[in-house]
């Protein structure tokens, strides 16, 4: 596997959710300047557990839990996220994501996952930086493990909004090989020996230098990996085990998925397996990068949304995430 750009950057989060001896309240700030960028831990609506960011002007955000909002959050500095989604009420843009209906004929979403772990909805949680709209400093986990998707150095190299891309929803560009999502480690993202999936909707653009990252947990790059390679087919690896399938268009988004631990890739209708994975891929406190080694200047390597499950997930319900995908996006 090459590294990349010579060798696999790593990178620490900066000051990460610190826990404050007393929670702070849903709105409320430290009672002496903060330094801005700086994350604590807080109490918000109904007690749940949140974080609150300090802006430049030395306040903190209002406390947010990553609920369930109006589209995609302008972090305003004024302790207020305000919705920039057009959105007017329940589905209202006909945005209503799949149509496969659950037994009680709900539509069917990754919420219906036993053992979600992660999800990044393209329409909640987007939390765009208040001083520069369009550009994303963190993205708000919906499997309600808090697992939230931050960026390092937020302040020089934030990822960009993708307006209206797929099928009318937004997707989030990394196009600067120093920059990535980084989400904390967390047992809901320690898959051990067992079963997991992790799927995603992604533009991988054509690069013929580094390889391009779209899930990455290691220490000692023998863990979890999901990316394109410098010959442009998605791979995932666990040790030495690859699957591979082509990726038969950059200039398109596909839907990716990898299952285990009887290793299997999907990508759109194609399938491509591996062995049974054995190996510990918990890492316990190696935190998960996602979108890494993106492409300098060129852009193209976008994120409209990820899932991740930690446990088995039947062939009904792969077929539901496949499904939801290819409805919701119309890929």
Partial sequence: MKLLGGGRIRFAILPGLLALAGAVTCGGSAAVPCTAGQSIACAGVAGCSGFQVCNSNGTYDSCNCGGPDAGSMMDTGTGTDSSSSSDSGADASGDSPAETATGDGAPWSPSNF?????????????????????????????????????????????????????????????????????????????????????????????????????????????????????????????????????????????????????????????????????????????????????????GGFELAEMVAVKGTVSAADLANLQGYFTQKFKL
């Fill in 114 to 298: 036993t053992g979600l772990a992660l999800w990044l909805n393209d329409t909640i949680g987007v939390v765009q930086d208040t001083g520069k709209p369009g550009y994303v400093r963190r993205w708000l986990d919906q499997s309600g493990n808090s697992n939230t998707a931050d960026v390092p150095g937020y302040q020089s190299c934030e990822p960009s909004i993708d307006p209206a891309v797929l099928n009318g929803y937004d997707a989030i560009i990394m196009d600067n090989s120093s920059c990535n999502f980084v989400i904390t480690d967390a047992t809901s993202l320690q898959f051990g020996t067992g079963d997991f999936l992790v799927g995603a909707v992604v533009k991988v653009p054509s690069y013929a230098t580094n390889e391009l990252y779209i899930w990455d947990k290691s220490p000692y790059y023998t863990g979890l990996f999901l990316y394109q390679d410098t010959s442009n087919n998605f791979v995932v690896s666990i040790n030495t085990d690859k699957a591979t399938i082509a990726d038969p268009d950059t200039t398109k988004f596909h839907i990716v998925i990898v299952q285990g631990a009887a290793l299997s890739l999907f990508v759109d209708t194609l399938t491509a397996a591996g062995s049974t994975n054995t190996m510990d891929i918990s890492f316990a406190g190696t935190n998960v990068s996602l979108m890494s080694g993106a492409n300098n200047g060129v």
